[in-house]
């Protein structure tokens, strides 16, 4: 979670291919029409968000029920949306960052809808999450590699055989052929 630019699907990337584990794309559930939204340079509000929360959240249930870990990046940027993703299971992992480094961030990406103008209203919109939620915060400004090396330590999990992780048992050592199974294989 975090406001956009933070290196949500960066780190869920590197952390997906460490772990094994089902990864989703947040932003590519919003609807046609959030997209449009935000392209236009507008915020989108509560009822713009709840269609999105609601798939965002079917996804987690689902894994949980079939008893599959995974990783789903959304801003989650207020305690409410939070509840609505909220299972047992769930951690949410915040990447903060200040707004100058998100700043940059976002003006040097050309590939994505979300305004460098929405900035305002996303650190305007972010509430912390609080100490009585599951969750950790992770400074977003570091390499993405430790970042997610940080994530690993602190929810003490462990990274797939073969993962180039940070602190992995092997390191960048390649497990194919070595008859290492792959997690839901």
Not at 25 to 44: C, F, R, T, V, Y
Not at 52 to 70: K, R
Not at 135 to 158: F, K, Q
């Amino acid at each position: 979670m975090g406001i956009s630019g933070s290196g949500k699907s960066t780190v869920a990337g590197i952390l997906a291919g460490q772990l094994g584990w089902d990864l989703e794309e947040g932003d590519d559930l919003h609807p046609q029409e959030n997209i449009d939204k935000m392209s236009a340079g507008h915020a989108l509000n509560d009822e713009d968000r709840a269609p999105w929360l609601d798939t965002i959240s079917s996804w987690i249930i689902e894994h949980t029920m079939a008893g599959v870990p995974g990783i789903i990046t959304c801003s989650a940027l207020k305690r409410r949306y939070r509840d609505v993703l909220r299972e047992h299971n769930v951690i949410f992992v915040h990447l903060a960052g200040s707004k100058d480094l998100i700043g940059r961030r976002l003006a040097a990406r050309h590939d994505h809808y979300m305004p460098t103008s929405l900035l305002d209203s996303q650190v305007a919109t972010l509430e912390a999450p609080d100490a009585d939620e599951r969750a950790i915060t992770i400074d977003a400004g570091r390499a993405p590699a430790e970042e997610a090396a940080e994530i690993v330590r602190r929810l003490g999990v462990t990274p797939r055989p073969g993962s180039s992780s940070l602190g992995a048992p092997e390191p960048g050592k390649s497990s194919v052929g070595r008859g290492v199974p792959v997690q839901g294989a």
